[in-house]
């Protein structure tokens, strides 16, 4: 589903003798399958949120190439958007509208039928625990609840692939489960979920597969039974330690 294959982003000009290029993203290739939930792991500035904006049309690739479900997203923007969503680490929502009129909005956008909408909108806000707030306008929403307001809209069109930057950021720990089981959920009926996170117990509980990326490089990969294997420990803080900690 998601093919990526010598993927690099230099920020600043590629002169060498340039003092202030960056290579943010270094030959980055990975291979995410359908149904599949990976955990993109690093420390700060490690490239994580480049990567997913690259992926996500957001940020244009220095060179290398990608394909989302077969598709170029830099040759076909508006068919790779037809089947991702992207939830990034700090959503940005209309604060005039209300709940209701924002997920409304999003349908439209998706150009979804205004019943389909409708039907939508009870079975996500009942779910997300929205509905006494379905006339609040955003801007008196909590952080939690706009995060499970983003997370309801973003389903809206049922992606095949979903993005998420640190999806738990803020959140209680009622929502913290909900978004927890409702990932594994979605991933076991075949989306493809590919998200960074600092929260190592997070990657522990829900992955598929790990990716730790350090300085723009790819440095490690595979399930938790095959890092444990590979690195003799039995926990992932001390693998993630052991590989990053003098970064």
Known sequence: MIKINKLSKTYGSNDAKNPHSFEAV???????????LFCFLGPN?????????????????????????????????????KIIGYIPDMPYLYERLTTTEFFEFTGELYDINKESIHEKLEESFALFGLIEYKNVLVKDLSHGLRQRLIYAATFLHDPEILFIDEPLIGLDPYTIRLIKDLLKEKARNGMTIFLTTHILALAEDIAHRIGIILRGELIETGTLSELYERHGKNNLEDIFLSLTGNY
């Open 26 to 36: 270094k030959n980055l290739t990975l291979d995410i399958g359908k149904g599949e």
């Open 45 to 81: 500035g490690a490239g994580k949120t480049t990567t997913i904006k690259i992926l996500t049309g957001l940020l244009r690739a220095s060179s290398g190439s990608i394909l989302i479900n077969g598709i170029d997203p830099e040759t076909d923007h508006l068919s790779s958007k």
